[in-house]
């Protein structure tokens, strides 16, 4: 018998705009969403080194849920008390490539302040 997904509840922030402060900058504010079955997995740095310097530390990789169409461009996913950047604007697997629950890998950058 396979053991089923321990998926976990996120919290998705998403930009929404905002207005601009006293000074004329620009100041983001987001709408909160609670995304359910999202499969967390720990970030590794397999991908920086000297043949790519210039390469991204992903913190945290989440699959994210089929059906669960929004663009992620510029959303931050809270998890276990801390925030993470979505890293690009992950595209959903091609459809019959990809049984299972899950449709797309985000990955993310801690947000620290």
């Known amino acids: 018998m396979t053991k ?7 919290k998705l922030l998403v930009p929404t705009g905002g ?3 006293r000074f004329g900058a620009q100041v983001t504010e987001y709408i ?8 967390p997995q720990p970030g590794g740095t397999s991908d920086l080194g ?10 945290m ?11 992620l461009a510029g959303c931050i996913v809270e998890f276990d ?3 993470y950047r979505v890293i690009g604007d992950p595209a959903p ?6 049984p299972g629950p899950f449709d797309r890998t ?7 302040g």
Request: no cysteine; charged share 35%.
């Open 50 to 59: 000297t043949e790519r310097p210039n390469g991204r530390k992903v913190d």
């Open 4 to 10: 089923p997904f321990d998926t976990r509840d996120v």
């Open 93 to 98: 697997y091609i459809d019959g490539n990809t």
């Open 61 to 71: 990789t989440f699959h994210w849920p089929r059906g669960h169409a929004r663009s």
């Open 106 to 112: 985000v990955e993310t950058e801690a947000v620290d």
């Open 81 to 83: 008390g801390r925030r």
């Open 19 to 21: 207005k601009a402060d």
């Open 32 to 39: 909160e969403e609670t995304v359910a079955g999202v499969l």
